[in-house]
Structure formats: structure tokens, C-alpha cells
């Protein structure tokens, strides 16, 4: 039952998405590059009840994405979206005109989306490289380089830039010089997803999931791992049934809970200081998810859209109309929760109920990137490498 203080926790008075996570929470997060083949065939799209339209407002072409093998996700700082395509062209742009305010080069490749803060923005590259250049021009501040590719964005706190490469070393580099201050390396299975963990970076430490199905908590003073748990066990005969990724991000809230999901695995909810399994259900997700209010929103492998109620993980609703259509994570806007998937098109879900109830297509060849989300408009980034700023249109209705 949809209860009237969860209803209000959601509506929130249209806050951005931020104000209902954790503090430095990211309102849109990175996972797994490009989609999973799972074996399900795509639902063909059926007539829907369109009771929320989505108003394109500007676009900008941002150049090739390699058919978006790379997670290049962009990122919001203010009023400005920062973009890079996969030859390291960045732009700057006005969110709510689209007007570039400026473009760059960094002269690498860049491989993983961005991450802004504190007048900076970082991004991992091809050849194992962080880079670290200013917000306002681009001009380059440090470089430095870490064991591997770098796919997952760099997260920061306020000494530090943490970043997983995709051989599963964790690097803590100063934020101010770029200079190492510790290292961990994990074990890697011989088969992985095309993706990798993205921490969940606070001053006092760091969450990190690997590929071999484990979390684990490191001291951000000096990469002491805190606690271990395996999130996933690798079962089967197969090296792609044994894969047990965890490539998305963890959420973590104020009071103190984790949630995490993983490929092959489990969505779980626990206990950020021990470790300690608060509940888990068994599910398969290699996506971020999202929390707001009491509702945790996840995306199954199987392109499954499940509301799971955070305290004790119960399926509140499971939306399965879009199953197979390899689905980007969710982000939330407005009321409604908005996904992605493989032939271009964005879907818009009423987040109480999960009725589908707003559709488009922007074009290009599909959206594997999980929209970015201000509380109130939508920013995509297509396959195509063309980032579009919509606005949501009540049809009708209630107005949630």
C-alpha cells in the first residue's frame, strides 16, 4: 500500500534528487558500460495512457561515444553540464539554454564519466590516466597515472579523488596534486562484466564492490580495509554463469544503511559501519539504483524495473512491460522515474504505482547511459553522442 507519508516523501516539494540521499550523493550514477546479454528478447512497446509528456528544451552533439563502449557519462555542477566525447573534446554547457560556454581538448582518450566538484573535473582515460582540469576552462591541472583503464567515474571527498581501474585496483590520489596516497588491488575473476565498480566516497571512507562479488569499506586515511562481505556467490558450470560483478554503486543514507546490487547476486540492504546484512533478496542487477523517501528503485538484468520498499526490501511494485529491452539505471525526476533503453526511447514510470505514463524518442541508436536528473528536468545522452535537456508536461491528472 502506498501510504500519504511516502507519497509526500516523493513528491518532496520537487527537491532535486540529491536532497534525498545521502550528503555528496551523486544524482546520477554510472554502472556498466553498454548493455548485458542476457538471452530475453525484447518486449515489443505497446499503447500507453501518456499523462506526462517530455518537451525537448536544446540538444548538443558531443562527438563519438566508440557506440558507447565507454561510460562517458556527463555531469551537473550548477547551472553548467560538463560533456566529453571519447577523443577528450569537453564542453561546458548552459543548462538551461544548451549554449556552450566552452570546449576543450585534454589530448587523451577519455573512458569514464565525469565527476565535478570544488571548481574541477576529473576523468579516467584509456591508458590509465586521471585527469584533473579546471571547470571553468578546462585547462588541464594534473594527470596522473593508475594501474589501469579507468571506467567508472572518479569519486572525491575533500582530500581525495578514489578510483577503481577495471583490474580491480583501488587508487587514492591527493585531490589537490594527483599524488598517490594509498593502493589495494582485489582479486579478479577470469571473466568480467565490461564495467566497474563505482565507489561510494565520504571523507571518512570508502564503500567499493568488485568483480569477484564482494564489498568492501577502506579508511580513507590510509586504505586500511574497515570490513569484507561477499554480496554474490558464483554458481553454475559456465564462466558467465559464475559472474558476479558488482558494478554498480552503492547508496548510502544518512542513518547509516548501504544498498548494493550485484550481477548473478543479490540486492541487499546493510549496515554501512559493520558489514552487518540488514535483508537481501535474490535478484540480478548489474545497475546502479536509486532511493528516494522509503522506495528503493532498482533495474534487474532481465530490464525488470522493481520498487523495493528500503526497510525491509519487500517488492512494492515490478514492472516487467519492458523486459529485455536492455534498460539504462534510473534516475528520478519529478515524481516519475525515467530509464533509458536500447532502441532510444526514454520511459517515464509513475513512481508510487510503476505505470508506465510518458514516453519519446530523441533518435540515435539507443541510450545505455542513465539519465542525469536535477529533480525537475532530464539530461540524456544517447549512443549518439547527443546530450538533450527536456522538461516534463502534466497531461492531466492528479499532477502527483
Do not use: K
Not at 120 to 147: K, L, M, P, Y
Amino acid at each position: 500500500m502506498i501510504t500519504p507519508a511516502i507519497r509526500s516523501t516523493l513528491s518532496a516539494g520537487r527537491r532535486p534528487l540529491s536532497a534525498l540521499l545521502c550528503a555528496g550523493a551523486l544524482v546520477a550514477l554510472a554502472g556498466c558500460s553498454g548493455n548485458v546479454q542476457t538471452g530475453v528478447q525484447p518486449r515489443e512497446l505497446t499503447t500507453i495512457d501518456q499523462r506526462v509528456t517530455l518537451d525537448r528544451q536544446w540538444s548538443e552533439g558531443i562527438g563519438s561515444l566508440t557506440r558507447a563502449r565507454y561510460p562517458i557519462t556527463p555531469a551537473i555542477d550548477g547551472d553548467t553540464l560538463y560533456a566529453s566525447d571519447a577523443a577528450g573534446n569537453v564542453q561546458a554547457i548552459d543548462r538551461a539554454s544548451g549554449e556552450v560556454l566552452w570546449r576543450h581538448n585534454l589530448d587523451a582518450d577519455i573512458s569514464s564519466g565525469l565527476t565535478v566538484g570544488g571548481g574541477e573535473v576529473f576523468a579516467g582515460t584509456q591508458n590509465g590516466e586521471v585527469i584533473a582540469f579546471n571547470a571553468d576552462s578546462g585547462d588541464i591541472d594534473w594527470r596522473t597515472r593508475v594501474a589501469s583503464v579507468v571506467l567508472a567515474p572518479p569519486q572525491l571527498n575533500s582530500a581525495l579523488v578514489v578510483v577503481q581501474s577495471v583490474d580491480g585496483t583501488l587508487t587514492a590520489l591527493d585531490r589537490a596534486s594527483g599524488e598517490q596516497r594509498w593502493l589495494y588491488n582485489a582479486s579478479q575473476p577470469a571473466l568480467t562484466l565490461r564495467g566497474t565498480g563505482t565507489p561510494r566516497t565520504i571523507d571518512p571512507v570508502s564503500f567499493v564492490g568488485f568483480a569477484n562479488g564482494r564489498l568492501a569499506a577502506f579508511d580513507n586515511r590510509n586504505g586500511q580495509q574497515l570490513w569484507d562481505m561477499r554480496v554474490a556467490i558464483p554458481q553454475g558450470r559456465t564462466e558467465v554463469e559464475q559472474m558476479v560483478d558488482l558494478d554498480g554503486q552503492p547508496v548510502l543514507t544518512r542513518d547509516g544503511r548501504l544498498f548494493v546490487t550485484s550481477y548473478n547476486g543479490r540486492v541487499m540492504a546493510l549496515d554501512a559501519r559493520s558489514g552487518e546484512t540488514i535483508w537481501e533478496r535474490e535478484e540480478s542487477s548489474y545497475l546502479t539504483p536509486v532511493l528516494a523517501g522509503d522506495y528503493l528503485f532498482t533495474v534487474t538484468a532481465d530490464s525488470h524495473i522493481m520498487a523495493l520498499d528500503a526497510s525491509s526490501g519487500r517488492v512494492i511494485w515490478n514492472q516487467e512491460d519492458l523486459e529485455g529491452r536492455s534498460l539504462s539505471a534510473p534516475a528520478m525526476v519529478g515524481n516519475y522515474l525515467a530509464v533509458g533503453d536500447y532502441q532510444g526511447y526514454i520511459h517515464l514510470l509513475d513512481a508510487t504505482s510503476g505505470e508506465l505514463v510518458g514516453r519519446a524518442h530523441p533518435g540515435g541508436d539507443g541510450i545505455s547511459i542513465a539519465p542525469l536528473s536535477d529533480g525537475d528536468s532530464l539530461y540524456v545522452l544517447t549512443n549518439s553522442g547527443d546530450v538533450i535537456a527536456w522538461n516534463l508536461r502534466q497531461q492531466g491528472g492528479d499532477g502527483n
